[in-house]
């Protein structure tokens, strides 16, 4: 397992993106990596509180992995680290709550190659 190590914030505004809502996403994401804060949004049509992980491009196309911590304001049973495409967010809102880190990240995963953000350092 690799510890995620905290990152500087970065400017959406460098990251090329789809269009405004990603670009909302994208920021959003940021400021919850970088402010150790979970964020609820909406995704495919459910909406979830989640506590992002890291941020990443592949293929081209940016994701978030997060750990799922409500659906539908119910606790999720088993907690599990999810990837999410920006592209599907919506209604994103940072809250209060910290975001726990995930122990199993692992970020020599090959999926992980163009990482762009992780949580900050607890």
Known sequence: ???PTQTPPLRPQDLPVADEREAEALHMILQALHLG??????YNRTATQVA????????????CDAVAMEQDGAAVQEPKLGSFRLSGLGQLVLTTETAPPWPELDLADARYEDVIATR???
């Open 1 to 3: 397992m690799t510890k």
């Open 37 to 42: 804060l979970c964020l609820r949004w909406t």
């Open 52 to 63: 992002p992980q890291l941020l990443y491009r592949r293929n081209g196309k940016f994701y």
């Open 120 to 122: 900050a350092a607890a």
